[in-house]
């Protein structure tokens, strides 16, 4: 079975019981529940998250907590995502036919949850949803606050989205078959991952990577004007943006080999050989700047500096969490989903029909990853400020006594 709608139309059992535009709505709403854990644990840390990112502080101990605020959000749409999915799987019966028919329902659940995030209710993270929306509309051309205006929060949020170019691609699926895939087009039936051409997907796809090598560049060229102590000349930027830059062959040769399908012999093989190099050069090269720039960990770090008695072997002397295991556990997470989540370009996984929900699972994995990474990420980050004493002005990455750097996500 090839898995392709223009070979084979019918719905697997999975698609048949959580379809597409309820999968996209589904890893979002997670994202807004894991975003508020990360707000209450390193609260509970005492890890001051706004003062980061720079939101403004609750006024009063009466006003909602910052996560508490969060979790109301997520509970209103987890609250209505169930009750929309109850009622497509009570019409829908199972039957594949009708779960075509009924493609409206999770498209307008979609829609819900898009405006959920205008509404004016000012009981459901009014202002957080005003703040997200504002820095969204900045970063997704690239943009990045100054300093003092926010930059770490901006580009904690440009590094979210890398992870979720799967899904991005996924809702532009989603809505190139509930409109343009053909008189019976729907957007519950067979995913068709070729619809709109064999470029526009991969196009999405690398779009929040482009977004974030933008930001990096716009990060050297300022450290090239400053030329300040603290900021050095930017060559650090320069490495970040390479880190982006190396998801760009991946999802070309990819692209390449879901529309080369005829090409056998050599060709082939040294095009699927390419894509495997591409491949390993950008996650290890993601991992080591995830283990040693954005969480500042030594232990891809030089033996002497790796091996300081001052504290745990390959880590740092200030840690905000405890026991030190949880550093080496999300170490070697980050390693081996690192390398899985890469294979969310492969150009066979979307062919076969057994494997959407192997791709919702690789998924999920990665935004369990990126959940994981910004407890580290921002640990780090508050670290540098108290320690440099930096504490009006956003901390670069690498040494505390402060070389040039960069950072990282939501």
């Given amino acids: 079975m090839d898995g392709d709608p223009a070979v084979e139309s019918a719905l697997d059992s999975f698609s048949l019981t959580f379809p597409l535009p309820y999968r996209v709505a589904f890893i979002i709403i997670l994202a807004i529940w894991a975003w508020g854990v990360n707000l209450q644990c390193l609260t509970i840390c005492k890890v001051d998250v706004p003062s980061l990112i720079r939101y403004p502080q609750r006024r009063s101990p009466t006003e909602v907590a910052h996560h508490l605020s969060t979790y109301r959000l997520a509970t209103v749409l987890s609250g209505t995502f169930a009750v929309s999915i109850c009622i497509f799987w009570l019409f829908s019966h199972h039957d594949p036919e009708l779960v075509v028919y009924y493609d409206w329902m999770p498209m307008l659940y979609l829609l819900f949850l898009v405006a959920s995030f205008f509404t004016p209710l000012k009981n459901l993270s009014h202002s957080g949803r005003t703040r997200f929306l504002h820095t969204l509309r900045r970063v997704s051309l690239g943009g990045i606050a100054e300093s003092k205006d926010g930059k770490f929060g901006d580009i904690i949020l440009a590094d979210v989205?890398?992870?979720?170019?799967?899904?991005?691609?996924?809702?532009?699926?989603?809505?190139?078959?509930?409109?343009?895939?053909?008189?019976?087009?729907?957007?519950?039936?067979?995913?068709?991952?070729?619809?709109?051409?064999?470029?526009?997907?991969?196009?999405?796809?690398?779009?929040p990577s482009a977004i974030r090598l933008r930001q990096c560049l716009i990060e050297y060229g300022r450290a090239q004007r400053s030329r300040s102590v603290r900021d050095g000349w930017g060559g650090q930027h320069l490495a970040n943006a390479a880190k982006y830059a190396s998801a760009f062959p991946v999802i070309i040769l990819s692209a390449l080999q879901r529309s080369s399908d005829g090409i056998v012999g050599?060709?082939?093989?040294?095009?699927?050989?390419?894509?495997?190099?591409?491949?390993?050069?950008?996650?290890?090269?993601?991992?080591?700047?995830?283990?040693?720039?954005?969480?500042?960990?030594?232990?891809?770090?030089?033996?002497?500096?790796?091996?300081?008695?001052?504290?745990?072997?390959?880590?740092?002397?200030?840690?905000?969490?405890?026991?030190?295991?949880?550093?080496?556990?999300?170490?070697?997470?980050d390693l081996a989903l690192r390398c899985t989540w890469s294979l969310k370009l492969s150009p066979h996984l979307d062919r076969m029909a057994d494997w959407e929900g192997g791709i919702f699972t690789l998924q999920f994995l990665e935004v369990f990853r990126r959940w994981v990474w910004i407890f580290f990420r921002v640990e780090a980050e508050w670290i540098r400020g108290q320690s440099s004493g930096l504490a009006d002005d956003d901390i670069l990455l690498g040494d505390f006594s402060g070389a040039d750097n960069d950072d990282e996500e939501f």
């Fill in 161 to 207: 989205l890398t992870s979720y170019a799967k899904i991005l691609a996924d809702l532009f699926i989603t809505l190139c078959m509930f409109f343009f895939d053909g008189a019976e087009g729907s957007a519950t039936a067979r995913p068709d991952r070729g619809c709109g051409g064999q470029v526009l997907v991969p196009l999405v796809m690398a779009v």
């Fill in 266 to 333: 050599g060709e082939g093989v040294a095009l699927y050989r390419a894509w495997v190099v591409a491949v390993l050069v950008n996650s290890l090269y993601s991992f080591y700047w995830d283990v040693a720039k954005d969480w500042d960990l030594t232990l891809l770090s030089s033996t002497l500096e790796r091996e300081n008695p001052s504290h745990p072997y390959g880590l740092r002397q200030i840690m905000v969490f405890r026991p030190a295991m949880i550093y080496y556990i999300a170490i070697g997470m």
